[in-house]
C-alpha cells in the first residue's frame, strides 16, 4: 500500500491503546505512562472493558466504542485477539496500527496462520499495520513516544528502523549515553505489512530525517527496497547494519558460480548498486551516520590528520592502511605554508604532527593551511591531552573555523574528565567526536564510499559501439527443452550463442569412431572434454585432455577419460566426449556466472577463473540489468582486472568485448527467469579476445514470469513505438535510457528562452549534472519516461520527452513534457503524453497532474485536447491540469489524433 495512511501513523491526531492498563509492569500501561509521559498533545482513547479510566482518561470498552476516524491504534494484547481487533478497526475506519504483540510467525505455524488472517483483513479495509511483535514507534521532535521503551530519546536528525526489539532497546541506552537525537525511532517488526521500503521512502520525503540508520536481518519485498533506496539515497545517507554475515548458504550450490555467490555476498552487492553504505558494528552505525548527517560529502578519500600527538596521527595512519587507503601526502606549497609558523621539527608529512605544546592558535594556523590546500578532501583533528594544551580553547577555535564552511572536518579528542566540556562545544557546533583515531578514520572511510556510490549512480554510462541482437525464440526452445537440471553441454553452447556471447566451436562426439572424424574436423591441436550430465567439475574426474596433435592422440584421450571417470563415479551417466580447438597459454582465464538469489533474483558473478576459482575467490556480484559502466565496476572490484589491463609481456584485455559479454549475459537472465545456474569458466583470453571454453546451465521452473524476478527494473522495451509527426516526420518514441545524457544536453541547446521558461518555469543556461542523473537514470517502476528520435537523422536526435513521475502513494503522478522548437506542432508532444498516460493507467496510476503557466497557450490547448481538467490556481496564473485515469477520460488512439495527421507506423 506504499505510504498510504502512514502520515496517520506519525502525526496522529488521536491514538487508541488497546489493552491500556492501570496495572503496572504490563505493556498497556507502559504505552498509557510513555504517550502521557512524553507530551502526546492529541487526544488518547485507552481501550480496555475492565476500567472506566485509566491514568485519568476516559476509557472504552471495545475499539467499536471509539469514535470513527481515529488516527492509530495501538494494540497491545495477546496475538490471538488481534484478528478481531483489526476487523473492529477496518469498520471504525481507524487509519493506521501498531501491533506490539509477538506470537506471530515467530513462533511457527499457528502464528503465521494468524498473520495471514490480519494482512488479509488490513489490507482490504486499508489499515497500515505496522508489526506484529515490535515495540512501537518514537518521534522525539513531536512528543510522540508510542512505544513501551522506558525513555523518550532527545530529538535530533537521525531516522532508525530496526528489525529487533532487543537491538532498539541497547540503541536507545546508547543514544541516551552520548546524547545523540533522532527523528523518528521505530521497531518494524515482523513486517506484516510495513516494511523497510515503506519506511525508506517515507523517511526519504520527510525533511526532519537526515540520515536513514537500519538493522536488517532480512528483507521481505526486496524490488520494493531496492526502489526505495536507489530513489532515496540520492539525497540523503542510508547506512545499513545487516546482520548474519554467514558463509552457509554457499554450500549448497552446484557449480562454481553457485558455491560463490553466498547470501551475504548478494546483500552487498544490492546495498552498492543502491547506494547504501553497510557496517559492520552498532558503533559503527552511528559514528557514520553522525559524521554524515554533520558534514559534507567529501570529494575524495584524501584525509589530512592534524595532531598534538604522534602516537594517534600513527594509530590513524594505521586504520587507513588497514583499509587500503593512505594519508594524503602533502604538497610542497603545504609544507611550505606549514614551515612558515611550526617548530622545526614538526613531522613534516601527512600526519601533520604539530607537537605536544600546540597551542590553540598553532592549530588554527595548521587547519587553514589545510582548507587552503588543493590537494586534500578532509581534516581530521586529533587532540590528546597535554600538559601546554588546553582543550577547550582548541575546541572553541575548531567550532570557529568551521563554521559556515562546506569541508569534512571532525574531531577525535582523547581522553576522559578533562576532555568533557570541549567535546560539548565541538557537539554544540556539529562536529563529528570521536574517543579514538580509529572510529574516526573509519567513520570518514564509510563517508567516502557513500560517496563513490553516489557519483557511480549520477555517472553516465557509454554507449556501445555497436547494435546487441539476440535470437530469444532459438533460446526459448532450448530452454523448453529442459524440465528441470543442467542443460546439455552442447545446448548450453547453443544458448549462449544464441545471446551473442563467444563460445569455442564444441563438437559432440558419442564414440571413439566419431570422435576421431570429428577431430580431423576440428583441426589440431585440440582439447578433449567428458560429457556427462552426472560430473559438474569435469577436471576432479579426469575428464579433460590437453593438447591433442593425432588419431594416436585422440584414442588414448578418448580411452583415458572413459576409464578414469568410471573410477571416480562408476554409475555417471557419460554421453560421450566434446572436441575443441586447443588454445595453448591463455594470457588470462576469468568467470562469468549467474545464479538465481531467492530473494534478489539472478546474481552475476565476475572474477578469476579456472581450477582456482574456488580456493582463489576473486570474484564480484552484480545484480542485471546491465550498462557497460556498471559491466566496467563490476571487474573493477576484483584483483584479475589489474591483470586484464595488462600485465607485463601480457597485452590488455578488451575491456569493451568484456563489457559486452557481461551485458549479453545481463539480458539472457532478464529474459529467461528460469535460469537457476549458469557457469561461462573458464572464459579464455588471448590477444586481448574473450572466449568461453566450458559453459553450463542448471534449469528450473519459476512462475514469476520475466522482468517480475529481478528486484531492479529493466528497460521496458514493450514500450517502445514509432510515428509520424504531421509533417511526415518518423519519429522512434522509447523509454529513456542511462545513456541519454549527451542527447539532452543536445536537446536543451536548440532551445529557444521562451519553451525553457515554459518547461523549467524559469531561465537556465544548461543541464548541470546533478540534473542530467534525475533526467536518465529512471527506476521504471516509479517513473515513465518517454523520449522522441529523429529516425531520419544520421546521429542520434531528441526531438522532445514527457514523462510522469509516480508520488508516494503509488496512485498519483505528476507530469511534464517538453518538445524542441523546431518539432512543435507536429504532434510530436501530443503523441509522447499519450503514450505516457496509457503506460501510467497500465499501472495502477488514478490520477495525473501537472501544472502549466497561463500563457503556455499550446500545451493548456494540447491539455484539453486530451482530456485534461484544467483549473486556475487562485494564488497565480499557473493553471492545473488533472485528468483521472480509468474512467475513459484519456482521449488517446484514433480520437485524439484526429486533425493532427500523425499516427503510428511499423518501424
Not at 235 to 260: D, Q, W
Not at 827 to 841: D, F, N, V, Y
Not at 871 to 890: A, C, F, M, Y
Request: charged share 25%.
Amino acid at each position: 500500500m506504499g505510504q498510504y495512511h502512514l502520515e496517520s501513523m506519525f502525526n496522529p491526531r488521536h491514538i487508541a491503546v488497546v489493552g491500556a492498563s492501570e496495572k503496572k509492569g504490563t505493556i498497556g500501561h507502559a504505552l498509557m505512562k510513555n504517550l502521557i509521559d512524553g507530551g502526546f498533545a492529541g487526544m488518547l482513547l485507552p481501550v480496555n472493558p475492565k476500567y472506566k479510566t485509566i491514568q485519568d482518561h476516559d476509557c472504552v470498552k471495545s475499539v467499536r466504542d471509539l469514535m470513527p476516524g481515529v488516527d492509530l491504534a495501538v494494540i497491545a494484547t495477546p496475538i490471538h485477539t488481534a484478528i478481531d481487533i483489526v476487523t473492529d478497526c477496518v469498520e471504525k475506519k481507524v487509519s493506521s496500527a501498531i501491533i506490539i504483540s509477538a506470537g506471530g510467525k515467530e513462533v511457527g505455524v499457528q502464528g503465521r496462520e494468524i498473520e495471514d488472517q490480519i494482512q488479509k483483513i488490513a489490507y482490504t479495509g486499508g489499515l497500515r499495520i505496522l508489526g506484529p511483535n515490535c515495540m512501537g514507534l518514537i518521534r522525539p521532535g513531536v512528543n510522540l513516544n508510542a512505544g513501551f521503551a522506558s525513555d523518550m530519546p532527545l530529538a535530533g536528525n537521525l531516522a532508525f528502523i530496526s528489525q529487533s526489539g532487543a537491538i532498539c532497546g541497547a540503541i536507545l541506552d546508547m543514544a541516551s549515553k552520548e546524547r545523540m537525537g533522532f527523528s523518528h525511532f521505530v521497531s518494524i517488526g515482523s513486517m506484516l505489512d510495513i516494511d523497510f521500503g515503506d519506511m525508506i521512502d517515507y523517511m526519504g520525503n520527510d525533511p526532519s530525517a537526515k540520515s536513514i540508520l537500519l538493522y536488517i536481518e532480512n528483507l521481505t519485498n526486496v524490488r520494493k527496497f531496492m526502489s526505495a533506496a536507489r530513489s532515496v539515497s540520492r539525497v540523503k545517507p542510508i547506512i545499513v547494519l545487516k546482520s548474519g554475515r554467514s558463509p552457509a548458504g554457499e554450500k549448497a550450490a552446484a557449480s562454481h558460480t553457485g558455491a560463490m555467490a553466498g547470501e551475504d555476498a548478494v546483500y552487498d552487492a544490492a546495498f552498492k548498486r543502491a547506494g547504501i553504505v553497510r557496517v559492520d558494528t552498532i558503533e559503527e552505525l552511528f559514528d557514520c551516520a553522525e559524521l554524515m548527517a554533520k558534514q559534507p560529502r567529501p570529494r575524495g578519500p584524501r584525509l589530512a590528520i592534524l595532531t598534538n600527538g604522534g602516537g594517534p596521527g600513527v594509530m590513524a595512519a594505521d586504520t587507513l592502511a588497514r583499509y587500503g587507503k593512505a594519508p594524503e601526502p602533502l604538497d610542497p606549497e603545504t609544507i611550505k605554508a606549514l614551515d612558515a609558523f611550526l617548530p622545526p621539527f614538526w613531522s613534516r608529512g601527512n600526519p601533520i604532527d604539530i607537537l605536544g605544546d600546540a597551542t590553540a592558535e598553532r592549530f588554527d594556523q595548521a587547519l587553514s593551511v589545510c582548507f587552503n590546500s588543493k590537494n586534500l578532501d578532509g581534516v581530521l583533528v586529533i587532540l590528546a591531552p597535554q600538559a601546554i594544551t588546553d582543550p577547550l580553547p582548541v575546541a572553541k577555535m575548531l567550532a570557529s573555523a568551521v563554521s559556515g564552511r562546506k569541508y569534512p572536518v571532525f574531531a577525535c579528542w582523547m581522553g576522559g574528565k578533562s576532555i568533557e566540556k570541549a567535546v560539548a562545544v565541538l557537539n554544540e557546533a556539529g562536529i563529528p567526536t570521536y574517543d579514538t583515531p580509529e572510529r574516526a578514520v573509519r567513520s570518514f572511510l564509510y563517508m567516502v564510499e557513500y560517496a563513490a556510490n553516489l557519483e557511480t549512480l549520477m555517472e553516465v554510462p557509454p554507449k556501445m559501439n555497436r547494435n546487441m541482437e539476440f535470437d530469444q525464440k532459438k533460446a526459448r526452445s532450448l530452454i523448453e527443452g529442459v524440465q528441470e537440471g543442467f542443460m546439455p553441454e552442447p545446448d548450453a553452447v547453443e544458448m549462449l550463442t544464441a545471446y551473442g556471447l563467444p563460445v569455442i566451436m564444441t563438437k559432440t562426439a558419442a564414440t571413439e569412431a566419431e570422435a576421431l572424424s570429428l577431430a580431423r574436423e576440428v583441426g589440431f591441436p585440440l582439447v578433449m572434454k567428458l560429457l556427462s550430465s552426472d560430473i559438474t567439475h569435469k577436471t576432479d574426474a579426469g575428464g579433460v585432455c590437453l593438447d591433442l596433435r593425432c588419431d594416436e592422440d585422440v584414442s588414448r584421450a578418448y580411452h583415458q577419460i572413459i576409464s578414469s571417470v568410471l573410477r571416480y563415479k562408476p554409475d555417471a551417466k557419460i554421453e560421450g566426449v566434446t572436441l575443441q580447438p586447443y588454445f595453448p597459454s591463455p594470457d588470462f582465464e576469468i568467470l562469468m556466472g549467474a545464479k538465481r538469489d531467492n530473494g534478489f533474483g539472478p546474481v552475476i558473478l565476475f572474477g578469476m577463473g579456472g581450477i582456482f576459482t574456488e580456493v582463489l575467490k576473486d570474484r564480484s556480484l552484480g545484480l542485471p540489468p546491465m550498462n557497460r559502466l556498471l559491466a566496467l565496476r563490476l571487474m573493477q572490484e576484483t584483483k584479475v582486472y589489474t591483470l586484464l589491463k595488462g600485465y607485463r609481456n601480457r597485452p590488455a584485455a578488451d575491456m569493451e568485448k568484456l563489457e559486452e559479454m557481461i551485458i549479453r549475459l545481463s539480458q539472457l537472465l532478464i529474459d529467461f527467469p528460469e535460469i537457476a545456474e549458469l557457469d561461462m569458466n573458464p572464459v579464455l583470453i588471448k590477444d586481448g579476445s574473450p572466449v568461453t571454453v566450458d559453459a553450463r546451465i542448471r534449469i528450473s521452473p519459476t512462475d514469476v514470469p520475466s522482468s517480475l524476478h529481478l528486484v531492479i527494473s529493466p528497460y521496458p522495451e514493450a514500450d517502445e513505438s514509432h510515428m509520424l509527426s504531421t509533417d511526415g516526420l518518423k519519429i522512434f518514441i522509447r523509454p529513456v535510457k542511462p545513456e541519454d545524457a549527451p542527447l539532452f544536453t543536445a536537446l536543451f541547446k536548440t532551445l529557444t528562452p521562451t519553451t525553457i521558461y515554459y518547461r523549467f518555469f524559469g531561465m537556465l543556461k544548461g543541464l548541470n549534472p546533478e540534473m542530467l542523473d534525475r533526467f536518465t537514470q529512471i527506476d521504471y517502476d516509479r517513473e515513465i519516461a518517454l523520449v522522441a528520435l529523429d529516425e531520419e537523422a544520421q546521429t542520434d536526435s531528441m526531438v522532445g520527452v514527457a514523462r510522469i513521475i509516480g508520488e508516494p502513494d503509488g496512485k498519483t503522478g505528476e507530469f511534464s513534457i517538453l518538445v524542441g522548437d523546431a518539432w512543435q506542432g507536429k504532434g510530436i508532444g501530443s503523441s509522447l503524453l499519450e503514450k505516457c498516460l496509457a503506460i501510467a493507467e497500465r499501472q495502477g496510476f488514478k490520477t495525473v497532474h501537472g501544472i502549466v503557466l497561463g500563457e503556455n497557450r499550446n500545451m493548456l490547448a494540447l491539455g484539453k485536447k486530451l482530456g485534461f481538467e484544467i483549473g486556475r490556481d487562485p494564488e497565480s496564473s499557473d493553471n492545473n491540469l488533472v485528468i483521472h485515469l480509468g474512467k475513459q477520460n484519456l482521449r488517446t488512439g484514433d480520437n485524439a489524433m484526429k486533425g493532427d495527421g500523425h499516427g503510428e507506423y511499423d518501424g
